[in-house]
């Protein structure tokens, strides 16, 4: 979830059998917080917990990643209950000052075309070529009409050595493939990491060991300048998820030494290779970065602005199972706040787009809106063959072939529907991807991103 809006305002309610949402302490007089008066004498549950930042954090010094206001309540964020005074009858600070920033940041407002006329980036996943039973896309089928940049997803490396490896022994003939489609208008990267990449396991804290040293961080650099030299891709793009979050093999010091690995790399590549970073959508994850200290030495950032929710959501407390779609508009703008409070350039951001939907099984079938309750993910789709996610492809089939009728939530700027019957399905069509690109030239921001590429068989940018 949007980790900045599990507290909105002060103190919220709580009891004997009924612990704070937020995971907050619950004092003696029902109320959650995490002074000496909700975790002290009396307090019912999470009795050990810590602020977020500021002096009630689990050193009394941690500050808010990306200059966030630190408010009166411990908790980091960027609307007024967090840089303004929250109960100025009892003459509280505003915020608590030097754990952060305590004035709001404007977001940035444009009314030309940045993101239109900018970078178009299409990832493309390898393994679907090995995984799929059909709508399978070789990268000789990809159309490329519409992109700037293409990249092909995901390469690994050894967490040992550091050194370049496949995701899967079969992929290295794809690379070929993949980068014979470069053009003078289109240039293919290479993207390493990934989700999967840091699941437990034996490369689960590759990028945090990598990173730690100089050594590491030369030994990746000339294995993956040695590597895209023998393939001809033409760029990298590095997709760590995510720097210091421990859940995900991080340490406290990964998003200084990520400062380190993009500054060596520049200097390696010089303007030979393209350099690229993504970005968390959620400031959970986002805060472990340092996107403000790396932007002078990438091409630019994508921010994966896709995935806000799913069918995980049941293990959030403070969500829950409450149907809600992956890529609401109003949430993706709040989420980009952190980014100007750390002073990024938005030419350097590109929003992602989601060629792809989220699934929920709902509970009752006929209750299939937004705000239902859901019962795990939805069917597997016959082609991507996963429960919770459907693609764009395989959305539009379902439509033409059982007369489904899509609803459109114009403030989130979706769609949805449900299908067979008690699934529903949130998406983006034509006509939601290019409210989104209005949006992100709204926002200034320099060019759009798309997951991905191989889930709309046969079409290029989509837009």
Known sequence: MNSLHKRVDGPIQCGPGSPCKDNSCCGPEGKCGYKEQNCGAGCTSNCEAKAMCGIDSADGKTRCGLNLCCSHYGWCGTEDVHCKDPEPQFGKSPCQVGFGSCQKYPSPSCSGRSASTGRRVGYYQGWNVRERTCDIVRPAQINTKGLTHL???FVFFDPTTFNIMPMNAADPPLYREFTKLATNGLQTWVAIGGWSFSDPGNTHTAWSDMCATAAGRAAFIKSLIAFMDEYG???????????????????PSDGD??????KEMRAAFGSRYGLSLTLAPDYWYLRGFRPAKMQQYVDFMGFMSYDLHGPWDTDVKALGSIVRPQTD????????KPLWFDGVDPAKMNMGLAYYGRTYKLVDASCGKMGCSFDGPGAAGSCTASEGVLSNREIQQMIKKDGLTPYFNQTAMVKYLTYGGNNWVGYDDPETLALKESFANSLCLGGLMIWSIDFDVGVGSGL
Request: net charge negative; charged share 25%; proline share 3%.
């Open 233 to 251: 891709f033409q760029g990298a793009d590095l997709d760590w998820e995510y720097p210091e979050d421990a859940k995900r093999g991080g340490k």
């Open 329 to 336: 508009i109003t949430e993706i703008y709040q989420n980009f």
């Open 257 to 262: 030494n990520l400062v380190l690995l993009v």
């Open 151 to 153: 990249f092909f997803s």
